[in-house]
């Protein structure tokens, strides 16, 4: 068994011998360029724990930990170009540096790409590990979907912005643990604790970001405090706010959130005055350790020894009091 | 064992019992309005034809042929928003119907789906056609990206355009017979054959557009002579050209194909001129001959009845007489 760091190390040095040295170079380059932008490779990481957790060694999963952060990065590649994002972690995004078309085929390409690497295994029957591949990738993209719908529709409510992140975000976690506990050899049983416990935790690792961009520290999360409401996005907390303001409060955040012609500094002050005044720092948290306690139930629920789930049990609690 | 006709039946019925019907609408919408586009249906029809070729029944592989001819779909919506096209067989293509964003995020669902078809199949083992078919899209984004490649460069050679369209359009009819092959029992040997009879006959069918264009008879293609030249197209016909001609008439050539402001009308006619000079009606029929007599050697050595060969050689005899 392998600590998260061991694994997040065998993780890199097997993606770095990814070489996609293919004609042409240009549909290729991006590739590079993408993968090199880091993150935190959480998921690939969490597949290969999820493996372990069932006693297979993580190695035997690294092709489908290869093959999610593949089709993390297409997605990241595909959203930015729809979201017109001129950057991506503090550098250009593919579509900024390469253009739209090649970023769209590159982002094609990746996705196929994931699939080739999906299929790398002995697993047995190979058509259930992708359908779970099919379904969360599906999932995905109806979020996405969702997504851009919210961005033009005014009304939003709390349960569809669930909806939302449920399938936008959470079925990528979810998808990731089920695919290393299936490879690790996990009961059905065992295998669908698993995937509940990714989907709660990647519901509350979302709440979370939507947390820290209004109540962490700016100087530890190394973004501008309240990036998310200067980009009028429909985040839990403003859902939350909506519902829970009187008539007069709502008619100002609507108009704070309708119009992009504010001074930015004085819409955050004033838009984190109303949470506060809402309890809203208090709500998030609630809402947070709600879904990470249901992480922490189905993981009870797995029926494998303690110990096997301490690593992923030490890795959640990091996280979650990650304040950046 | 079925006629062509009788699979194009079957095919069509089958497409249209599909029903894309899960939220959010605006994301499937696409999905009906471009297959209701209509096409052909070829590679589909002839990926069942392949299947029965080998003793199976077509409908055996009717999952395989959905799967084929929504990748086809996805790539054509994808396309159209990289070379900017406005309209897809006389109607408004997808992006400029539905926007970009939605474009790009349907024709991935799309592709995530030709998976989801793909798979359902009781052929083994599974990961052999996941493969093929793998190999097979990975080929069409290298080819697309070449393609693009090819508009923005000035020199291309035959060689290249050649290696362009194996990749970009040949692969597709290629590996979709293969796959027919495959799923009607073939020997590895036999789904070879097949899949080279696939490839070289694509060769010719691109070859043959090309001529339709400066030779049909605009009346029954139904499409403008000379379309490809008024959008500089780097056909066959034109760097065949460029080879041929003495160093004045590419100076020429090369001032009408650099350019965008000609009147269109002269530039057909005086690159037709040029084109009939060089005797391209000859050079272009005798390279698809050379091509589609490939195909028919392939066809040749694939060790099955004569008469279970039979609709295949037909149906491509009917296709390479026609005119439009």
Known sequence: MHSAEELQQLFNNELKKLSFSRQPNNLYDPFKYMLDLGGKRMRPVMLLMACEMFGADGTKAISQAIALELFHNFTLIHDDIM??????????????????????????????????????????PIEKLVSVFNDCAISICEGQQMDMNFEK????????YFEMIDLKTATLLAASMRVGAMIGGASEQDAEHTEH???????????????????????????????????????????????????DTKTELNQYFMSSGNDPEKKVGRVLEIFNSLQLDLVTRQAIEEYFSKALLSLQKIEVGQELKLPLKNLIEIMMQRDH
């Open 83 to 124: 979201d017109r994002a001129p950057l991506r972690r503090g550098k250009p995004s593919v579509h900024q540096k390469y253009g739209s078309a090649t970023a769209i085929l590159s982002g094609d390409a990746m996705l196929i790409y994931a699939y080739q690497y999906l299929i790398k295994t002995s697993f047995s």
């Open 197 to 247: 416990f990714g989907k709660n935790l990647g519901v509350a690792f979302q709440l979370k970001d939507d947390w820290l961009d209004a109540f962490g520290e700016a100087g530890k999360t190394g973004k501008q405090r309240g990036g998310d409401i200067i980009q009028n996005k429909k985040t839990f907390l403003l859902l939350e706010a909506l519902r829970r303001a009187d008539d």
């Open 153 to 160: 529709g005014d009304t939003v409510s709390v349960e569809q």
